[in-house]
């Protein structure tokens, strides 16, 4: 069997460096541009971080936890990783696709594995024109914000706010409020992954913006278009017994 190289990448924390310095020591380290997997060790956002990196490598990555929640990590152990990996169970996640416009014509764009969101950046409550291929859907929504998750990222800050868990492979994003004033009844919406979503900030000189792409901040913006970029694709690997599906599914009766 021809013997598997692993790149073995750490977040910072103690917990994180030293299960990275006992797997290199059994099993070698390869570089990320020359391993058949990658490694990620530490928790969530490690896992986020390491993936935006792997944009573009065509690399699969294999995460195990050592951080706090972990939900999109596998458990940690030391014993029989080559064999683990051989029989994980693949998930290709697609990202989005952020195009923001700030109020002085400059243009930003992002990709966001979990969500892209947009905030109020002032004690103005937000003002927001929602139009989903090019038809407004929500003429003025005035919130703090307002943001659209993928599958993956459905159990992150979207469900902080409210919105639906999506099962992994649905081709479906969520559009969701955040602490929205009007309308009231709002709750967002479920959408088809083809969509693309505009967001029109409605008197941003008293209202400004912020959007969010993941980690990357955009601020003081006019008008942001979201889509689901199926040009790029990461690979997640996942142990049989404790594959992401299940956790998201098993998510939504959680009491």
């Known amino acids: 069997m021809t013997e ?3 790149a073995f990448v750490s977040a ?3 917990e994180a460096r030293e299960a990275r310095e006992a797997l290199v ?3 070698g380290q390869a570089t990320v541009d020359h391993a ?3 490694i990620a060790l530490g928790g969530d956002g490690h896992m986020l971080e390491t993936l935006r990196a792997a944009i573009g490598a065509g690399r699969p990555i294999y995460g195990m936890n050592r951080g ?3 939900f999109l990590m596998n458990e940690y152990r030391v014993e029989g990783l080559p064999d683990r990996i051989r029989k994980a169970q693949p998930v290709t996640l697609y990202p ?3 195009r923001a416009v700030g109020r002085d014509g400059s243009v930003t764009e992002g990709l966001a594995i979990n969500e892209v969101s947009l905030f109020r950046a002032s004690a103005q409550a937000a003002k927001i024109r929602i139009r989903v291929d090019g038809v407004v859907r929500l003429e003025e929504l005035v919130c703090d914000g307002v943001l659209v998750a993928t599958p993956a990222g459905s159990t992150a800050y979207n469900l902080s706010a409210h919105g639906p868990i999506i099962p992994l492979g649905a ?3 969520a559009l969701t409020p955040i602490s929205a004033f009007r309308p009231r009844r709002w709750r967002g919406a479920l959408l088809p992954h083809s969509a693309r979503i505009s967001f029109e900030a409605i008197r941003p000189e008293k209202r400004p913006l912020n959007a969010v792409a993941d980690v990357m901040e955009v601020r003081d913006v006019a008008s942001v278009e979201v889509w689901e970029d199926r040009t790029v ?5 996942y142990d049989p017994e404790h594959n992401l599906e299940e956790r998201v599914l098993k998510e939504q009766f959680a009491p």
């Open 4 to 6: 598997m190289s692993m």
């Open 68 to 70: 706090t929640v972990g």
């Open 25 to 27: 020591d059994r099993y």
């Open 12 to 14: 910072s924390g103690d």
């Open 36 to 38: 058949d997997v990658v």
């Open 96 to 98: 989005l696709r952020m």
């Open 233 to 237: 694709h990461l690979t997640v690997l």
């Open 171 to 173: 081709d479906i994003l």
